[in-house]
């Protein structure tokens, strides 16, 4: 048959079939199935069939926005009939049948409506609400992935892990114990290093030991948009790896596909291990509404694709079994496609989202008032009471605030860094052995988050038994036990992936990436995955996670790159995404409290950016003066995008965060002693900046310096200096930054890094200019 157009080609050849001599039905199905579930499945992948034509109308009519299909790929229903409803599902972009009949065996009405109500971007899409397409549904257990390749598959593996260890801990989770993890992608995705690496995660746990019930779905339809993939070649990879139980089928057979995956999710299930299922599809279409594929495939190829198609091979079953006559066969099709046609002209004229506000509201939502009472509920504080404040003096009398009247300079010109007036945590009066490293007061903190909340996870790269190659998560495994303080694998996609499962079932994770630079690459499961899943499931889904990753430069004996990298634009970029960086070890304590409450209360995705080089510090002006230790309180917070503000002067502000804190610091006291009034502003939260602060504080004085460790390009000056104009400040503006390099080993590094001198001499330069005076800004 030549026919090409696949709608037509279907009803062409059931229209040709000749009935054959009855065969009873139980010798062709499934062991278990009746012809009644067929007809089902069978109406799952008609109503898939025509929606991918139903998209591709409305896209060519301008009326739709998306058309990568799932026409043949229609065998995966049989995932959907082997599992149960409250097995949770990471889809394939392709599994339209699949979607269709768990959704209606969820209780879905229409779940082709849903579909093209996303195809159409309409408002009233009951997932994304218009802000993607994508096969996702709450009532379903269906999490909605975009289309970036294999990004799903370490989430896949961290929600099977949780699953366990949820069931171990006590902790509640949406999921019952013996759930099975399906995780569906393309066999041009088997190839990425995301996928490889998520199913060697997942092999290597469950060879530890541990319980890993994910079920991996590889959908082979032979070819990647135009590049083919040898048809032996997922067997070849994947096929034979020990610690991996293989299943087979050819997903073009709908009885053949059924019996393998129900044979596969029981495996699982059973034996709590991961599996590779083989589907061997076809793709029709070519690989979306705009791809020609008869430019790059030739017309053999083509054919042969459509002599396998999976809808017409269950007709023929149907007609086989004797469920089904020719004649009913296309009835039923025709039925269908004209409903399926009618939800099309209908689902156009559903509103669109018309403003911005619409499109943000699930993407960064912010309770600051419940983010507070969060955070005093866990520490036992009345909620609504302002934090105690107590003080320890650095340099002279005074106090330091977050962002409110700041402090005097003590008698030796020193700006003191002391307790946070109103809302955050102070330090201890006078000399105190309570008084903690940055390092210290990280580790403090988190072993009273972990004591105080059971659903708390720890987990990293040598974080466990080692303690972190500073020493920060030293003692907590041992306190708490393996179970909730653990070490993952070298893979830092697989690190964020456990995060992204574990916040999934219940959990609030609290992974470490164990340097900046290597955040680099796994960079795709926090911008991918972890910013993305409230977006596009408008708040239905959440991953609350605090990432916490030990960054910046200025290490002493311990130099290169790798371990000094001072890059944050990129997680900057992140539309969302909550970024802490303390300086301070009391506003240490305090912002990551704030940080896990912000993860509980919204489902924020925050990072927790540590600098190395202030883990130890102790000194601030002079060799033992201890004025940079602080105790870390066992109450209060610091709220998302709040500086905190050293020092009342009104001649210059220098705005600072991490390293820089210090360095501007030392600064400031100098210029002090020459008579100079200024302030230092402690950024504290990179994003989003405190910007209403930092206004405050820049018409204050009206000179402000930037003092960024971070590149001239990309780096945080740029945004600081944009907020300040597009505020309209008028006054004298000015910033010092790192160079666009990369950091060197040993002592070039300072030849490339923001010095105390380059901030020293920076001040004086703006310091001489006439200067607008306090309250320039218009």
Request: charged share 20%; aromatic share 6%.
């Amino acid at each position: 048959m030549s026919i090409q157009d696949p709608d037509q080609r279907f009803r062409a050849e059931i229209a040709a079939l000749r009935v054959p001599a009855p065969t009873a039905a139980e010798q062709i199905l499934p062991q278990g199935f009746t012809g009644r579930d067929f007809l089902e499945l069978f109406e799952a992948q008609v109503l898939s069939r025509q929606a991918d034509l139903a998209a591709r109308r409305l896209g060519a009519s301008g009326r739709g926005f998306y058309s990568i299909g799932s026409s043949g790929h229609e065998g995966n229903v049989a995932l959907a009939a082997a599992s149960r409803v409250t097995d949770p599902v990471l889809p394939h972009y392709r599994s339209g049948a699949f979607f269709v009949h768990r959704a209606r065996r969820a209780g879905v009405a229409d779940p082709v409506r849903d579909i093209l109500l996303g195809v159409v971007a309409a408002a009233a899409e009951p997932l994304s609400g218009g802000r993607h397409k994508v096969f996702g549904s709450a009532v379903a257990n269906i999490v909605p992935q975009t289309s970036t390749i294999a990004s799903q598959l370490p989430r896949a593996v961290g929600l099977a892990f949780a699953l366990d260890r949820a069931e171990r801990l006590g902790v509640a989770c949406p999921w019952p114990s013996d759930a099975v993890v399906l995780c569906g992608f393309g066999d041009a995705s088997a190839n990425h290093s995301t996928a490889a690496g998520a199913i060697n995660a997942a092999v290597h746990t469950a060879h530890l030991g541990v319980p890993v019930p994910v079920l991996f779905v590889c959908e082979d339809n032979g070819i990647g948009i135009s590049v083919p993939t040898p048809p032996d070649w997922i067997e070849h990879a994947y096929g034979h790896r020990p610690g991996l139980r293989w299943f087979g089928a050819d997903g073009c057979d709908l009885s053949d596909a059924v019996n393998a995956a129900v044979a596969a999710v029981d495996w699982v299930r059973a034996h709590r291990r991961p599996a590779f299922l083989h589907l061997r599809t076809v793709r029709l279409f070519g690989h979306a509404g705009s791809d020609v594929e008869s430019a790059y495939r030739d017309t053999a190829a083509i054919e042969a694709g459509l002599a396998r198609d999976p809808v017409a091979a269950t007709a023929r079953l149907l007609v086989e079994a004797g469920i089904c006559t020719p004649r009913e066969v296309l009835g039923r099709y025709d039925r269908l496609a004209d409903q399926v046609a009618a939800t099309a002209a209908q689902v156009c004229r559903e509103p669109k989202l018309t403003t911005a506000g619409a499109v943000l509201a699930p993407l960064a939502p912010g309770r600051p008032e419940r983010v507070r009472d969060e955070v005093q509920r866990r520490t036992g504080e009345r909620p609504g009471a302002a934090a105690p404040v107590t003080r320890r003096a650095v340099g002279g009398p005074g106090t330091a605030s977050n962002a409110g009247s700041g402090s005097g300079a003590g008698p030796d010109g020193g700006i003191r860094p002391a307790g946070a007036a109103g809302s955050g945590p102070g330090v201890a009066d006078g000399p105190d052995a309570a008084a903690q490293t940055l390092a210290q007061a990280i580790n403090h903190t988190l072993a009273d988050l972990l004591a105080r909340d059971p659903e708390i996870l720890v987990f990293g790269e040598d974080v466990a038994r080692k303690g972190g190659v500073y020493g920060v998560t030293r003692g907590l495994r041992k306190r708490f036990g393996p179970r909730r303080v653990f070490d993952t694998l070298l893979d830092e996609q697989s690190v964020l992936g456990t995060a992204l499962g574990a916040g999934l079932a219940g959990f609030l994770p609290i992974p470490e990436i164990q340097y900046l630079a290597y955040v680099h690459n796994a960079l795709d499961q926090l911008r991918g995955e972890a910013a993305t899943l409230s977006f596009f499931s408008a708040g239905r889904y959440r991953n609350p996670m605090v990432v916490r990753i030990a960054g910046y430069a200025y290490q002493r004996g311990f130099g290169g790159h790798f371990h000094n990298d001072n890059s944050v634009a990129a997680l900057r970029d992140i539309p969302g995404v909550i970024v802490a960086s303390p300086s301070r070890p009391d506003d240490a304590a305090a912002l990551l409290r704030t940080c896990v409450a912000a993860a509980r209360v919204d489902g924020r995705v925050c990072v927790f950016l540590e600098p190395i080089a202030l883990y130890h510090t102790r000194d601030l002006y002079e060799p033992d003066d201890g004025q940079w230790a602080a105790a870390a309180a066992e109450t209060g917070h610091v709220p998302v995008g709040r500086a905190r503000a050293y020092g009342d002067g009104t001649d210059l502000t220098i705005v600072a965060f991490a390293n820089s804190v210090p360095m501007s610091l030392r600064v400031a006291r100098r210029l002090a002693r020459r008579g100079a009034g200024i302030r230092v502003l402690d950024l504290r939260w990179l994003a989003p900046l405190p910007v209403a602060d930092l206004i405050r504080h820049a018409e204050a004085t009206g000179r402000v310096l930037v003092a960024d460790e971070t590149r001239r390009s990309g780096g945080v000056s740029e945004s600081v200096c944009a907020a300040l104009v597009d505020a309209g400040f008028t006054g004298t503006l000015a910033r010092v930054t790192s160079a666009d390099s990369f950091v060197p080993l040993g002592p070039a590094a300072a030849t490339v890094l923001l010095s105390e001198a380059d901030i020293d001499a920076a001040a004086d330069r703006l310091l001489s200019a006439d200067r607008p005076g306090p309250g320039a800004a218009p």
